[in-house]
């Protein structure tokens, strides 16, 4: 099976003069710009950052929430080297002065609510997320009016290898979502959500669908906007109760009352319950739950990866949470297809325990779901890979033949017999 | 007519707490990251830059060629206010003591050869780039096998309005490059291909066509990456000569036998002459008329935006230039149906001599074009916005009707009578 590292076929392409990288030990990570040298990626793992800066007092390289720092060399060229890292993304920076900046070697990505470095450090023998000598979809970039909030929005709707050869199948659709400080670029760019759907489809593993990923902010016009924190309190006072349902809301309204029905109106979409998914990863998982919970009329699947119906933790009540639809669980159990949680192992405590006490909520009620804690990996985007890989396969399993309109029935009839 | 800025709709959605502006004059930019108040444009469009950075000894920052050094307050904080600056998009960075880096209050855009910082000046009473009411195409990401290259590539495709929706419409296509330094994010991005198209079509003022973006840099396996500029020589000797035919053949192979296959394939097109165009901006622009005038079975249109098929510059004879095929002026005004070659009036000198000179130089030989000059713009991504603008509603204007297959003819008969 061919295939080529994902980031190196979307930004490498661009090749410039090369690097001359001599017998510089391991090799440029994927993610750099082409024919920048550093950051280097050595066989065990550890990385290889460097910059030239000979003005800087000290140089500290972060990756994600690690601290490497930088010595300086005679030339005023900074360099650190990692303990060996996690596979997957990450999102790094170069700490010059106490100032967090991007390295000019690296491509950009939207995360921690600015444009951030990344790398991608290669993960031994697993492939699902690269780009394959299998049939590819397309990422398409769709514009629509959105009335809640006054306003053209973007989202990003993958389309399923054959999508537009066969113009006689509908599919059916998975609203993803990213988490909070990232946007709907996430799942395409860091998450990449059309490698592992093209390969999964390619394996038979899961059904071609449709994926929708929308940004998760929405502000009403002449509404205070909140942010997505919780709201200032007065010093000394104590942090205000945080209302996801209430700052989510806006969100929940565009999704309901502007997406849903421009994707079913732009695509060939079944647009039933029965065929529509919602999944989202940390905030966005939250997002999920809460739409999904409040309009089981319109979702079947719900996916929380990192972040579901526990919200920011605490204990959950089950017989009165999301206005009481799982308070009788065997009702609940037939009526929603699946309920699937996510996990990675080295999460942070806050995250462990919220996902974790959801999860034993929902098994001491009795509320049928899937609960998948993905090994070694952190808050981070290896672990909604996997999520996404494991959660996939399990949508629109046991659909019902596709539908088409009755002319091309007998047009099939027609040609075939 | 209801219009939002573009990049304000592409980034500024992801609404996080909103930055507390108080009574700072301006607005901030269109392209920062939302809730970041700076950098801020003033009335008459100067730009308010702002930075916090206490240990640094010096910041400048840099807007495209252009510098402005900046003063440090009692806070740590260096703040520039610039001269009134042309509107439309401009890459910038912060000069931190010397260093070039990105403004983490901005959006990034790959140009350079990295990523870059960027701002959007307003243009009063112009709205033809904007997201306005108006049917919107697509963009798509579109993966294809290059047999040439042995690689996946990456090509951005723009649909026109109505693409999915009346499936027994075929279209002509627009092939169009970014310029060197940038990569096929150009157009969609800091060029806003898709809303030009989508407001032209709205006006009836272009046909709707398919508009294909792929990056100009390919590299054949074995074969030495010569990378973009003249070849290295040795110390003290003359530049070798910059064979730029040379310099893109890979590239025309990977857009000729690889590319045009794919997207006619893939796409419901046009698949001849009559209804294939192909244009590009400054290296893309050589690369369109290398390509083109090598492949007259191929291409019916041609565009140089601030570069063409005048090269690098210098003395341009048509009786030989681009394999003879202008020697017979007669001839070729009957074979190709549109060159255009565009320029800003502010360009750096040597675009100018380059575009100008090929510009007198087909007048000379009776070689039918049109030449159009952008007022005050320099080499930057306003030149190349309105040249679209001007070129594309030169394309594919008397058409023949669309064609079908001939069961889809007999299908509409069948419905219509």
Redesign the interface.
């Known amino acids: 099976m061919k295939k ?1 590292s994902t980031l190196v ?3 490498g ?6 690097g001359r990288s001599g017998d510089l030990p391991g090799v440029p990570a994927s993610t750099n ?1 082409p ?1 920048q040298n550093y950051p280097r990626i050595l066989p065990d793992l550890r990385v290889v950052f460097s910059v ?6 000290s140089i500290i390289f972060g990756v994600a929430e690690r601290r490497y720092p930088a010595v300086r060399d005679a030339n005023g060229i900074w360099t650190a080297t990692t303990d060996p890292q996690m596979p997957g993304f990450h999102y790094y920076w170069i700490v ?7 390295d ?5 990505f ?1 995360g921690y ?3 951030s470095s990344g790398i991608e450090i290669p993960e031994a023998g697993v492939d699902y997320y690269d ?1 394959k ?1 299998v049939p ?1 979809g ?8 959105a009335k809640t909030t006054s ?4 989202a990003f709707v993958y389309t399923p290898p054959g999508y ?1 050869a066969d ?1 006689s199948t509908r599919y059916p659709v998975l609203y993803l979502q990213h988490g909070s ?1 990232e ?1 709907e670029r996430g799942w ?1 760019m860091q998450g990449r959500v ?1 490698f592992i759907l093209d390969n999964l489809i390619a394996e038979q593993k899961a059904k071609p669908m449709l994926i929708v990923m929308e ?1 998760g ?3 009403k016009p002449g509404e205070p ?1 909140m ?3 919780p709201p200032p309190q007065p010093k000394g006072a104590p942090p205000a109760p945080w209302d996801l349902g209430k700052l989510f809301m806006p969100f929940e309204e565009v999704m309901v009352n502007d997406l849903i029905p421009a994707i079913d109106s ?2 060939r979409t079944l647009p039933d319950r029965e065929h529509r998914a919602i999944a989202g990863l940390s905030m966005g998982g939250m997002q999920a739950f809460q739409i999904g919970l409040s309009h089981l009329d319109l979702f079947d699947y719900l996916g929380g990866f990192s972040g579901g119906g526990g919200g920011a933790g605490g204990p959950v009540d089950l017989k009165t949470a999301h206005g009481g639809v799982m308070a009788d669980a065997d009702a609940f159990n037939r009526r929603v297809r699946v309920v699937f949680l996510g996990i990675g192992t080295a999460e942070p405590e806050r995250m462990l325990r919220s996902v974790q006490g959801y999860h034993d909520a929902l098994q001491a009620a009795g509320i049928k779901h899937v609960f998948y804690e993905s090994p070694g990996t952190a808050h981070e985007w290896l672990t909604w890979r996997r999520d996404l890989h494991e959660f996939a396969p399990l949508l629109f399993r046991d659909e019902k033949p596709p539908r088409k309109p009755s002319f091309w029935n007998a ?1 099939t009839h027609d040609f075939s017999s």
């Open positions: 080529i076929a979307i930004i392409l661009a090749a410039a003069v090369p710009i024919g030239k800066a000979p003005a800087a007092q010059i002065d106490g100032r967090s900046l991007d000019p070697a690296s491509e950009t939207y609510g600015r444009e780009a000598n590819h397309e990422i398409r970039e769709h514009w629509y009016y306003e053209w929005r973007r537009d113009t400080g946007d395409p059309n940004t902010y929405a502000h906007n942010g997505l924190g732009a695509y047009l």
